[in-house]
Structures are given as C-alpha cells and as structure tokens.
Nanobody, 127 residues
Framework: QVQLVESGGGLVQPGGSLRLSCVGSGFLFDWHAMTWFRQAPGKEREGVSCISRSGRTTWYQDSVKGRITISRDNAKKTVYLQMNSLKPEDTAVYYC????????????????????WGVGTLVTVSS
C-alpha cells in the first residue's frame, strides 16, 4: 500500500538545525512532485516548500527562505528538508505529501490537491 514516512523531527534549540526525511513506497515516486507542510498548535496547515519531479523547480514560503532547503533523491524515493537557523515559530508537526504531476518541472503548494500524505514528524524549537 501507499506509504509516506517522515523522520528526523525532535527537540532543538533556537538557531539549531534538523534534517527531515520522507520515504515513499507503494506508488511511482518519481512521477510525483513533493511538498512539505506544517501545522503548529492552534493554526492551520500551511505549505512550507515543494520540489518538482525533476528537482529543478522549488518553492519556499517567505518565512523560511534562506533557512530551509528541499531536495529529493528519486533512486531512494526520498525527499529531504534541511532546516537551519531554526526559530521557535518553526515548531510544528511537519508532513510530506505527494502530488502526481505530468509536468516534470512543476510543484504545487495547495493541500487540497495532494494525493498522498505522511503521518507527520514533530519539530520543537525551544531552549
């Protein structure tokens, strides 16, 4: 069956770094753009970053630009989110999602169009 499994979350001090991973199985990973979302307590889920099938196109939410890098390894069916200079406001459950795209150089950030979702990994930024 289809699975997306996130890992790498945890407790980190402000200014620290984490690398999240999301491994896909049970579907054609390299036919899907991948998007990371997050949901903080009491807030709506929001898109953080996305990457096209080819890896050539990426998008970042303004609040994370310059601090977060998304990448993917299609051979390993894995998408990564390298997060640096973390802030308390980055505290949230982080989810990866897969979006089937015919265009290899396109990615979307709308949660409503995502086909598959992971169960999330908690990131807590606190001293």
């Amino acid at each position: 069956q289809v699975q997306l499994v996130e890992s790498g979350g945890g407790l980190v001090q402000p200014g620290g770094s984490l690398r999240l991973s999301c491994v896909g199985s049970g579907f054609l990973f390299d036919w899907h753009a991948m998007t990371w979302f997050r949901q903080a307590p009491g807030k709506e889920r929001e898109g953080v970053s996305c990457i096209s099938r080819s890896g050539r196109t990426t998008w970042y939410q303004d609040s994370v630009k310059g601090r977060i890098t998304i990448s993917r390894d299609n051979a390993k069916k894995t998408v990564y989110l390298q997060m640096n200079s973390l802030k308390p406001e980055d505290t949230a459950v982080y989810y990866c999602a897969a979006d089937w795209r015919p265009d290899a150089h396109d990615c979307r950030r709308d949660a409503g169009v995502m086909g598959y979702w992971g169960v999330g990994t908690l990131v807590t930024v606190s001293s």
